[in-house]
């Protein structure tokens, strides 16, 4: 559940922040909210994102490839394997 643009715990998911998030880019683009009512909702949905963000980012440190190299399996950070 959130409140005021802030999850009421640390458990808050990924899924209910994003479709939080929807609604708020609804109700904006709705166009019929008043100045001071679209501007928390923006802070908000700023809020939201930067919440997304932080989830996406831990998701991407945990993932993990599996690369089987003469016939081993290594463990890989994402990314790492990457070439550039």
Known sequence: ?????KPVNNEQTFAAALTRLETVV????GG???????L???EEGVRLISFCNEKL????G????LLQE????????WGEGEQK
């Open 62 to 65: 945990k993932i993990k490839l």
């Open 57 to 60: 980012e831990e998701a991407e």
């Open 70 to 77: 003469n016939n081993t399996i290594k463990l890989q950070d």
């Open 1 to 5: 559940m959130w409140r005021r643009g």
């Open 32 to 38: 019929e909210v008043g100045l001071e009512e679209a």
């Open 40 to 42: 928390a909702l923006f």
């Open 26 to 29: 609804q109700e904006l683009e």
